[in-house]
């Protein structure tokens, strides 16, 4: 079987964790949009979050809770649901939006 038959849990690297955690999504042009992770692995995380068809590529990513922020990478697109991969370990957040 291909790659395109399998569902999208099958086709991921590492298991996915059902959470629901409030993060923030920061853009390059000083934009901050609330948003849900859903569910988060190793590699990534799947985000509810309004207009996420219109996020850029890449962005950064603020876990509220934990106060840790990571760079992230676009994987897949929906309409208020977006899947990132991370694209460095997670660092502190110690800045106003906490």
Known sequence: MTAAHLSPAERRA??????????KALFLNRSVIDCVMRDVSVG???????????????????????REMRDVRVAWRGIDEIGVQFTSPPRKALHLLL
């Open 14 to 23: 590492y298991p996915r964790q059902r959470v629901f955690k409030r993060v």
């Open 44 to 66: 990534g995380a799947r985000l509810a979050c309004r207009q996420a068809a219109l996020f850029p590529d890449r962005f950064q990513l603020v876990v509220m809770n934990e």
